[in-house]
């Protein structure tokens, strides 16, 4: 493998930094991305060797398991964003941070909303991730998948189903390359003051100093799910090193030693104690990803 041009590979590789619960994780290859033909030469020799591979974006939605065996792959140097008039054209390993900030220095609005999102372009399009009621695929025109047989493919947004949080693209194992969006003319300045104002109020409002992936569980119809939990008597509730954030309900922050099975575990007593006393059924946001 480590003669693959345009990959580099690290073998036992920590995980630890690439999530943002910060578990303490391990993956037997982690290969870095630096080129798309390089991504499909890594691709076939991991089908001609039968290996496991599992992408990896900026590890800010998932729950980790303790070790992989095989190849985890990151998109990082697939970062590239282009902008054509109110076109933005955004690879897959682009921080979503990135993206909002190139739309607002082109004097384009649209994405002022993903400048918090710790996360990369792929895993957001996967997720239809959003925030103050917007959402990714809002602005959306096309994506390029790399399909299963290693073949280059362009979707419009209307050949995929998308709600909120969920896209038909995660049933398939397909991987995004890159997005479009059409945005509106804007003013950057304006742009700037609705992001601060937001920042502000984040930062007031959930654990950002403490490692979390963000919202655990999606909000129910007309309600949210931290207003329930809090509701429930479970802020500040521990299981070993994870925590239900005292700041946000439904966020649950790593104390300092959490494992993944202290994060699954207190999920499902959230998940029990909130279906016994309001009998809401909350649906998970995060991806418990079981490497077994
Ligand atoms: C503090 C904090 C605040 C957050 N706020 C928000 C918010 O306001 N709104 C919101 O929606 N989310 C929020 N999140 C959650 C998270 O940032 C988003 O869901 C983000 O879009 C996940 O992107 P990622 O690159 O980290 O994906 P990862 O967590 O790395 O992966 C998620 C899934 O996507 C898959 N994937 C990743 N890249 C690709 C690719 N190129 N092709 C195919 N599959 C891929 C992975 O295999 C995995 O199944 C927050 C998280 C944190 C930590």
Not at 86 to 94: D, Q, R, V
Not at 136 to 154: G, P, Y
Not at 259 to 284: C, G, M, R
Request: aromatic fraction near 6%; charge should be positive.
């Amino acid at each position: 493998m480590n003669e693959i041009k345009g990959i580099s590979i690290t073998r036992d590789a920590s995980l630890k930094n690439l999530n943002t619960y910060k578990i303490e994780s391990k993956a037997k290859y982690l290969a870095r991305v630096q080129t798309l033909p390089g991504l499909v030469d890594l691709l076939k020799y991991i089908k001609t060797h039968q290996l496991n591979y599992f992408i990896l974006g900026a590890g800010s939605n998932i729950i980790v398991d303790v070790y992989f065996d095989g190849v985890i792959i990151k998109l990082d140097g697939l970062n590239n964003i282009k902008v054509d008039k109110n076109l933005i054209t955004c690879e897959a390993g682009a921080m979503m941070g990135s993206l909002a900030c190139t739309s607002m220095n082109n004097n384009l609005t649209g994405l002022e909303w993903a400048i918090n999102i710790p996360g990369t372009l792929g895993g957001s399009i996967i997720g239809n991730a959003g925030a103050y009621n917007k959402e990714i695929f809002d602005s959306l025109i096309s994506i390029k998948i790399l399909d299963e047989n290693l073949k280059i493919k362009e979707l419009k947004k209307e050949d995929i189903s998308y709600s909120y949080r969920h896209t038909s693209l995660q049933d398939k194992p397909l991987i995004i390359l890159e997005a479009t969006f059409q945005l509106e003319p804007g003013n950057k300045e304006e742009s700037l003051a609705l992001v601060k104002d937001r920042q502000e109020r984040r930062r007031a409002t959930q654990p950002l100093d403490m490692p979390s992936a963000g919202s655990v569980f999606r909000n129910p119809p007309h309600d949210h799910a931290g207003r329930l939990i809090e509701a429930a008597g479970l802020k500040g509730k521990q299981i070993g090193g994870a925590m239900v954030s005292k700041k946000h309900a439904n966020f649950i922050v790593n104390t300092g030693t959490a494992t993944s099975n202290d994060i699954k575990n207190l999920i499902k007593l959230v998940h029990a104690q909130v279906k016994e006393q309001f009998n809401v059924d909350l649906v998970l946001e995060q991806n418990i990803i079981d490497w077994k």
